[in-house]
């Protein structure tokens, strides 16, 4: 049973913007308090990208992507988008949405193990 999909991704050159788009079905969308993304590139591990709440949209995001990536909710969607600009090619990698049923706070939202629902991910390549 699918709950995440993502969409938006591709292949853009350095500078470029991409959207990323994440439909969680109704009960996966309700019961989350958590949503957001990481990614990953070859030969490095996991990394957490930035995290919204569903309910009063706190936002966190990874020092490497603040100012450039900006994460945001559709509740009458069931969506999360994450809006990618300027990107270089450190941004190329596979990215994933997740979600959590807990509120995660600046600790630990970007500890994978938190979250328990997973995206099959979106590959995104910079060229420079």
């Known amino acids: 049973q699918v709950r995440l999909v993502e969409s938006g991704g591709g292949s853009v050159q350095a500078g470029g913007s991409l959207r990323l788009s994440c439909v969680a079905d109704?009960?996966?969308?309700?019961?989350?308090?958590?949503l957001g993304w990481f990614r990953q590139a070859p030969g490095k591990e996991r990394e957490g990208v930035a995290v919204?709440?569903?309910?009063?949209?706190?936002?966190y995001y990874a020092d490497s992507v603040k100012g450039r990536f900006t994460i945001s909710l559709d509740n009458a969607l069931n969506t999360v988008y994450l809006q990618m600009d300027n990107l270089h090619s450190g941004d190329t990698a596979k990215y994933y949405c997740?979600?959590?049923?807990?509120?995660?706070?600046?600790?630990?939202?970007?500890?994978?193990?938190?979250?328990?629902?997973w995206g099959q991910g979106t590959q995104v390549t910079v060229s420079s």
């Open positions: 919204i709440y569903t309910r009063g949209e706190t936002t």
């Open positions: 997740v979600a959590s049923e807990r509120w995660l706070d600046w600790r630990r939202w970007s500890r994978s193990h938190e979250y328990d629902t």
């Open positions: 109704a009960s996966m969308y309700s019961g989350a308090n958590s």
